[in-house]
Structures are given as structure tokens and as C-alpha cells.
């Protein structure tokens, strides 16, 4: 290792200037990052985690965004004062980035032929027949199968992880000396993401490049970073090689995140609990229609053919990847979507109901979103979006007890009641998170369906979530269905689970035997991935 | 990471839990569209000019505002009074009284006062003693009063040789008033496009609604039929219909109603397809919501942006069509006041150039002030503006 770091961010700061009112966004951050090295950048979403790693390239929005001092010196010279004639010769050559998103990352009316030929040939990469072949080369180091056949793909037709090689490939093409990876595997499966990691770190070694990783996974960190940066409020507060700060966290931010995760027992199982609901072989297929008459040649079989019972007080964790079909089945038992086969509830047969025949029954039967931030009206104050639905189950009441029910729900899921005249985007992800609570609690239901709802929250956040549905279940004994592929967080709440793949059961039974001895290859699989971030054998789990 | 969630978060602790009058994102609205100097001072512009010409009556007519006779207190500009009130006795009196006559004034005069406004023709008033032969041109081009007076009793001495009298403007070819007209004029048009506009709001943001609510089937035959619907030559239909029916300002409104609502149909069924599948419809699904009420409360605000943008451009539309229709003598019925009209007669009487001109710099300020709104508008609602 040299005496100069590769890379040296020095007093970096960030600003954002927004209707006369500056705010700070990253205040004074120091870090380097050596030759081979790999220097994860951890915090929670806001932290400024993902500010800093785009201003290395000035990718931020400037003039809005501004940097009142610092420097970021890329061997030796400092980009941030660069010409952008200097920064573009560097940008997608000696320093190129991977984002979070690959569905929006590329470009979806390219081939990925030329979407990293473009990148090759921007950066004086010799005639068409070298870049076509460097383009296949890198497309088989990223492991895409068939690369030749690939070629002339389209992003649609390549699946989440694939678009995710193609990305590294673009990002690794004129064999750069820094790859910053800003949450590169978030928005895939745990099963993939286990494979791109090992992917990046083998690739890293082959190049013998640095790496900036930004995540707010600790386990990933744990497995692919030498170094860690944890961030909070836009400033680094503790450094250290990885080991050291896992084993003897300094800072009491960082403690507080390793303490983060989803942590407790789930209510303990109770096989005589009356059934709340049933589904008896549900089943959800879209057709595929083909032909001048549209006859129905085929069906896409979202849910097929599916059991289920969820007991009052009991949670039904469903897991598995996306496009499993756990979701479709969440929505089929609430009668949101059509579907066919028995659903019972209550003793009701619902599966024939209508809209209207369902509307006595919707407060009895609620559902909690993945997305805080969209499953609000951003147009309604919290106390209207709270109080609709008891304007519509309960419309006797006055004025005044509607809204001390409002009152009552919100403080029920930790909220302070006088902020209830605000509007959603004045609240934080894990708040808006409880006023989608507070918006089903507040009808008294039995069954809850919770489709995802800690997956778009920080691990802290998603812990006192979890901690709240469980404190509730116990006081109403609510009947939970648990939606997720977030196995840590199923683990804290479910206390039976479902292993669905290709809209079918692959495992069913009482959560610690699935946890705790999986009998299928593909739940081993799943679990290996989740916890322990393994790479599956080839052919059990999709890439 | 969201980028601008250290910019939004900041702030939240310390405003008051009291509701304000405008809603957060209404009051960033208001400084973004106050941040367009152009479109800011438009809309105070063209609101001063539109309610100003509301009171039209007020500012040119032919009947004083206020008259005093014999102690009693007359409004000639609310209501018309017999000549009875000043010569009870009289066999021969008139149902009106015209006090533009000057035997009328002296005996008005003689008897108590009046308060005329300040320019003394309404859009119909012929002129009895215009200068020259109509259409005479506007008052600043003569050569002082000696000249503009010539054609009263007693010359520059006449009451009625006052500034009110004078056609600051010139006159038409039937020796009317061009600023009295161009001020009722304005009015009419404003009102004929604000009316029409809010109509086919009304009618367009129904219909896409509909459409881009449930989809499907709903969507296609409601597409379809728009499309034919508005293939119709539009022009022909209102010469045609215009030949039948008799022309007036509701009969006008109602045909371009038939036609105009489509425009807004596009952009709100596009709004309610895109937004009808968010999260948070489907969570006022979930809790059992009408589809009536999530339409109103939860999609029309989404589509409500798209409209108000559009809104302008539609006003000035209108506006320009009813112009066109008068112009080709279509439009509102002979004699009403009309922007429209007056250019026809500007185009007719080209010896008369204040006529084209002063119909054209009307129209003209009219749509532009409109169009900067619009703009300024347009920037408001815009969700990714950021001023820096």
C-alpha cells in the first residue's frame, strides 16, 4: 500500500438551497479509500450516505446544491474544482458508479449492446470490432449466460439481476480504478443479491480496484467491507476496519445501529385459536390472450391453487422473492382483486362478494402498505386521512368523538396527537408508517394484511415497527398476514410461515421449523441468503 | 437515499399544529407563481382591468349615475324613468328619459343635479354630433375644441362640449363610441370565455374522470365516440347551427360547449389512469371508500393540477373564437358590443385605422395578459420547479 490514498474526501460539504431556506446536508466529511481497499459508507436513509458519493463525481443538482468547503482529491487531484472537460474524462473511466435501481438505471429503448459500447467508446476505445468483443468479454465476466445471444437484449427482457450485471459491466468496462456502488443490491431478491455481492468482490479482486459501497445493510458490510464509515445527520461519526467496529463499536450511534435489528419473540403459537380466515384453493390467473379472436391460450398463474387459515391473534408470515406471488394472494384474500376458489371469513364466504357486499366487511378486514410514502394522499391532513374510513363504518359519529377516536388511534401507535392537522410529507418514513397504522387500527379490525410494510424503512425504524404490530396483535388480538421477503423482520413477528415460489406453497409450517430446519433446497436456499448472505447452488434459486 | 429528504425534514418541528389557510404545498404554489414577476403582475393587471370592466355601466353610459330633481334622488344608471317624473302633466311624454337631450338637461339642471360618468356613451349611444362624418376620428387628432364642438348648438360653449362627450377613441361607422364599446366589449368577451371555460371544465373533467376511473371498456367506447365527436367540423357546424337558431350569447356558449368540453377530456383521463392504481386510492379501497368519493377526494386534486394549467389556454381559445364568429358576423347579434365586430368594421373601413388598431391592441393585451398567467400558472403547479 502507498503512502497517498487513491482517493481522499477532505471536509466535504454539502448544501442544499431550496426557496431562500440552505440547509446542510453533509457537514465536514473526511475519508480515504487505498488501492484494493473496500470502504463501506453506512448510515440510515437522510444520513447523507448517498449525497457524499454523488458529489465525488459532482453528480449532485447544482446550482441547488452547493459545497461551502472540502475537496475530494482522486490521486492527487482535486475533482471537486475540476473543469468539467477534467471530470468527464474521469467520470465512466477512472471512477464509474452502479446505482440502486436498475430498472431505471439503464436505458430501456438501447440494446445493452451498445449501452456499454457507448461507454467504451466515449472513452477512445479502438474500431466497432473491438468494442463488440471487449462488450462480450464483459458481459461473460458478469456472468451473464448465452452473452453472445444477450447482446442485443433489451433491459425488459433481462430480469432485476441480470440488469444489475449489465450495470457492473457497463461500470467496469474501461477497467476503472474506484467503482462506487451507491445500495447496488437493494432493490434485489436476498438470493440474487447474495450473488451480486460475491460477483463485485470477485471482480474486484480480478481488477484490483478500489471500492466505495454505500448500504444500509450491516450484514452486507460485514461480509464484503475491509473499512466502515457510519454516517448519521451528514456526518461521519466513527471509522474503523470492519472487524474492529462489529466487535467494539466506539460511537453510540453506532452501537444503536448494530442494536437495530428486528429483535423479539413472536406471540407463541396456538393451533386452537379460532380461524379468522381461509382460503381454499385461491387461485389467480391472468390470461394470456393470443390471436384475432383473443382466445385464451395460456395463463399466467400469479397465485395457484393455495391454502391458507390465519388464526385470531396469530401471524401468517408469506416470504418469498418477487414475482412469487405473495402479494397477489394478500390481495386476493381482501377481495381487492378477483379471484377463484373459497375465501372465508368470519364464517362468511366472501370469495363471490362484490365491491358493495364487501363494504360492510372492509373494517373488519384492513390492509397496511409497503409504501409510506405513497400510500398517503398527500392532499389530506393526517386526522382526514386517519378519519375517512370511520366517516364511511361508522358515519353516526359527531365531529367530536370522530375525532378522539383519531386522537385515540394515533396516540395508540406513538404518535403525538396535536400533529394530526399536518400533512404526510411533514412526517419521516417510520411515522408515516404508523399514521398507515393508526389508519386501520382506528376501525377496530380483525384481520390485517401488512404487505411489506418495514421494507421501505431503515433497520431501526423497521425494529420499532415490528415491535408496534406485535404490541397491538397482543392487545386486539388481531390476525396478522405478514407479507414479506425481509426473513429478519418475518422472524420477529410470524409465528407460522409460507414459502411461496411461482404462485405456489414450496414449504408451510410453525416459523421456527422453517427457520430452524428447512426441508426444501429452495428454503435452505432462501435462508442461507438472508442470513448469512451464501450463494446458492446453480438452479435452485432464479438469477 | 431520497435526496431531498434532508431539505423537507428540517423544518417540521417548529410550525404551529394549527391549520393554515393555504396548505403547505398551496403556499410554495403561491411564492412560485409570485416568483414569476411577468405572470404576477399580469393577474393583478387583468384583474383590475376585469373588475373595472364589470362596472362598466359605471365608467361609459349614456344616463348619468346619479340625478337629483326637485329633491328627489334618481339612479337612471339602474333603471329607466318615464318622462313623467319631469313632466307629469305632459300627454306627449316619452316612456325614457334621454338625458343626453339638452332641452332634458337644463330642466334636470334647473331643478336639481346630475353625476354623469366619465365618458358619456354607452357601447350602443349613437353620437348625434360627431364632429365629422362617421366614423370620426379619436378626439386627440383634432385641432382643439373649436373643431371637436362645431357640430353643438353653441359651440365651444356648449355644457355638452366636455370631455366626456368627446369620443376619445373616435367613432364607428354608426357613430358609437370606440372606447365605450371596447369596455363593454372586453367584458363580454372575458365573461363569454370564463363561462365557457368553467362549462366544459365542468363537462371535460367529468367525462375524462369517468374514462380514466374504470378503464377498460368505459375508456374505449368513451374514446371512440370522442373521436368522432371531434372530427366534426366544428366551423361549419356553428355556421349552420348559427343560420338556424337565433344568435345570441347563450345560444353561442351553448353550441361552443358541444365542442370545447373535449379538450380537457385527454389530460384528466390520463391523470386518473395514471393515479387510480397509487397506493393510497388503493387504500381507500381497502377501507371501503365509494368510487364517487375517491374520485373527488382522492384523484380530481391530482388531475386538478393538469387542469388549472390548462385552463388558460383554453380561456384564451375561447376568447378567440367568439372574436372569429363576430368577425364573420356569426358570432353575438348586430349592435352588441364586440372586439370581434370592430375589427370587421376596421377591415372595412380602412380609412379609419383607430378602429383595427385600438380592436386589435384590446384583443391583443387581453390574450397576452392571459397567456402570462397562464405561464406563471403553469410554473406554480410544476412539481420538479426549484428555485435555486
Redesign the interface.
Known amino acids: 500500500m502507498s503512502g497517498t490514498p487513491l482517493l481522499s474526501v477532505r471536509d466535504l460539504s454539502v448544501a ?6 440552505t ?1 446542510v ?1 453533509v457537514d465536514r466529511v473526511s475519508f480515504d479509500i487505498n488501492d484494493g481497499e473496500t470502504v463501506a459508507l453506512v448510515g440510515e ?7 457524499s458519493a454523488l458529489s465525488i463525481l459532482r453528480l ?2 447544482y ?2 446544491a452547493s459545497h461551502p468547503s472540502g475537496q475530494v482529491l482522486f490521486q492527487g487531484k482535486d475533482l471537486l474544482s475540476a473543469h468539467d472537460k477534467t471530470l468527464r474524462k474521469v467520470r465512466g473511466d477512472d471512477v464509474t458508479m452502479i446505482f440502486q435501481e436498475p430498472m431505471t438505471s439503464l436505458n430501456p429503448l438501447h440494446p445493452i449492446e451498445r449501452q456499454i459500447g457507448e461507454i467504451l467508446k466515449l472513452h477512445g476505445a479502438g474500431p466497432d470490432t473491438d468494442i463488440r468483443a471487449r462488450t462480450l468479454e464483459m458481459l461473460e465476466q458478469v456472468g451473464i449466460r448465452d452473452a453472445e445471444k444477450r447482446l442485443k437484449a433489451y433491459p425488459h427482457q433481462l430480469s432485476g439481476g441480470q440488469r444489475q450485471r449489465v450495470m457492473i459491466a457497463m461500470a467496469l468496462a474501461n477497467r476503472p480504478k474506484l467503482l462506487i456502488a451507491d ?1 447496488p443490491t437493494t432493490a434485489l431478491d436476498v438470493t440474487v443479491q447474495a450473488q451480486i455481492l460475491l460477483l463485485l468482490d470477485t471482480l474486484k479482486r480480478e481488477h484490483r480496484m478500489s471500492m466505495l459501497f454505500i448500504t444500509h445493510d450491516l450484514g452486507i458490510v460485514r461480509k464484503i467491507a475491509d473499512r466502515v464509515c457510519v454516517m448519521t445527520d ?1 456526518k461521519i461519526v466513527e471509522t474503523g476496519a470492519t472487524e474492529e467496529i462489529f466487535q467494539n463499536p466506539q460511537h453510540d450511534y453506532t452501537k444503536h445501529l448494530l442494536a437495530a435489528e428486528p429483535k423479539g419473540k413472536p406471540i407463541p403459537l396456538n393451533d386452537n385459536a379460532p380461524v379468522v380466515m381461509t382460503g381454499d384453493g385461491v387461485r389467480v390467473w391472468f390470461p394470456i390472450r393470443k390471436g384475432f379472436m383473443r382466445r385464451t391460450v395460456d395463463n399466467v398463474k400469479a397465485v395457484d391453487e393455495i391454502d391458507v387459515r390465519v388464526r385470531s391473534g396469530q401471524t401468517l408470515g408469506v416470504v418469498g422473492e418477487s414475482g412469487s406471488g405473495k402479494t397477489t394472494l394478500g390481495l386476493a384474500l ?1 377481495r ?1 382483486i378477483s379471484s377463484d376458489g373459497q375465501i372465508n371469513f368470519n364464517g362468511q364466504d366472501i370469495g363471490e362478494y362484490s365491491f358493495s357486499d ?3 366487511l ?2 373488519d ?3 397496511v ?3 409510506p410514502f ?8 393526517i386526522a382526514e386521512i386517519v378519519g ?2 370511520l366517516s ?2 361508522e358515519p353516526s359519529l359527531t365531529r367530536d368523538e370522530r375525532d378522539s377516536r383519531v386522537v385515540a388511534a394515533l396516540e395508540e401507535v406513538g404518535l403525538d396527537a ?6 404526510p ?4 418514513g417510520g411515522q408515516r408508517q404508523r399514521i ?1 397504522i393508526a ?1 386501520a387500527m382506528v ?1 377496530k379490525p380483525k384481520f390485517v394484511m401488512l404487505d411489506e410494510p418495514t421494507s421501505a424503512l431503515d433497520m431501526s425504524v423497521q425494529a420499532q415497527i415490528v415491535d408496534l404490530l406485535r404490541d397491538l396483535q397482543r392487545k386486539y388480538d388481531l390476525a396478522y398476514l405478514f407479507i414479506s421477503h425481509d426473513l429478519k423482520v418475518v422472524r420477529a413477528l410470524a409465528n407460522e410461515v409460507m414459502v411461496m415460489r411461482n404462485g405456489k406453497i414450496v414449504e408451510f409450517g410453525p416459523a421456527e421449523q422453517i427457520f430452524d430446519d428447512p426441508q426444501t433446497e429452495y428454503t435452505k436456499a432462501l435462508m442461507a441468503a438472508a442470513f448469512e448472505i451464501e450463494v446458492a447452488p446453480s438452479g435452485v434459486v432464479n438469477e | 437515499m431520497d435526496q431531498s429528504a434532508p431539505l423537507s425534514g428540517t423544518k417540521a418541528a417548529t410550525r404551529p399544529a394549527r391549520r393554515p389557510f393555504l396548505s403547505p404545498l398551496n403556499q410554495r404554489r403561491w411564492q412560485n407563481f409570485k416568483a414569476n414577476r411577468r405572470g404576477y403582475w399580469s393577474l393583478w393587471i387583468f384583474l383590475a382591468l376585469f373588475i373595472l370592466s364589470m362596472f362598466a355601466e359605471f365608467i361609459a353610459n349614456d344616463r348619468p349615475i346619479l340625478a337629483s330633481y326637485k329633491g328627489e334622488l334618481l339612479t337612471p344608471v339602474f333603471r329607466n324613468y318615464s318622462e313623467r317624473v319631469l313632466f307629469p302633466d305632459d300627454p306627449l311624454a316619452l316612456p325614457r328619459i334621454d338625458f343626453t337631450d339638452p332641452f332634458i338637461q337644463d330642466e334636470i339642471k334647473a331643478e336639481g343635479w346630475m353625476i354623469w360618468p366619465p365618458i358619456r356613451y354607452s357601447y350602443r349611444t349613437v353620437n348625434k354630433e360627431v364632429p365629422t362624418a362617421a366614423p370620426s376620428k379619436p378626439a386627440f387628432l383634432f385641432d382643439g375644441r373649436e373643431e371637436l364642438c362645431g357640430r353643438y348648438l353653441d359651440g365651444v360653449e356648449d355644457p355638452n362640449c366636455t370631455g366626456g362627450n368627446f369620443n376619445w377613441l373616435g367613432t364607428d361607422d354608426q357613430a358609437r363610441d370606440v372606447l365605450a364599446r371596447l369596455i363593454y366589449g372586453f367584458r363580454i368577451s372575458v365573461l363569454f370565455g370564463l363561462i365557457l371555460t368553467a362549462a366544459s371544465a365542468v363537462v371535460g373533467v367529468t367525462f375524462g374522470a369517468i374514462q380514466g376511473y374504470f378503464g377498460g371498456w368505459t375508456d374505449l367506447i368513451g374514446q371512440r365516440m370522442i373521436e368522432i365527436w371531434s372530427s366534426m367540423p366544428v366551423l361549419y357546424l356553428l355556421l349552420i347551427i348559427a343560420a338556424i337558431l337565433p344568435p345570441g350569447f347563450w345560444i353561442l356558449l351553448g353550441i361552443m360547449l358541444l365542442f370545447s368540453w373535449v379538450s380537457f377530456v385527454g389530460i384528466v383521463r390520463a391523470e386518473f389512469l395514471r393515479a387510480r392504481n397509487f397506493e393510497y386510492v388503493n387504500a381507500a379501497r381497502a377501507l371501503g371508500v365509494r368510487n364517487r368519493t375517491i374520485m373527488f377526494r382522492h384523484l380530481l386534486p391530482n388531475a386538478m393540477v393538469a387542469t388549472l394549467t390548462f385552463l388558460p389556454f383554453i380561456l384564451n381559445g375561447s376568447i378567440t373564437t367568439l372574436t372569429a364568429l363576430d368577425f364573420l358576423g356569426f358570432g353575438l347579434p348586430p349592435g352588441s358590443a364586440s372586439l370581434g365586430e370592430l375589427i370587421l368594421q376596421g377591415k372595412n373601413n380602412l380609412q379609419a385605422p383607430w378602429l383595427g388598431f385600438s380592436g386589435f391592441i384590446v384583443i391583443s393585451l387581453m390574450l397576452s395578459l392571459l397567456i402570462f398567467i397562464g405561464e406563471a400558472t403553469r410554473d406554480a403547479f410544476d412539481p420538479r420547479k426549484t428555485f435555486a
Open positions: 442544499f438551497t431550496q426557496g431562500g431556506e440547509s446536508a436513509s437522510g444520513s447523507g450516505k448517498s449525497v449532485l443538482q446550482p441547488a445500495e451528514g381482501t381487492m364487501m363494504r360492510p372492509r373494517s378486514i384492513q390492509i402498505f409497503q409504501d405513497g400510500s398517503l394522499s398527500p392532499r389530506m391532513s375517512e374510513g364511511i363504518h396535536s400533529t394530526r392537522f399536518r400533512y410529507h411533514e412526517f419521516s398507515a389508519r376501525l
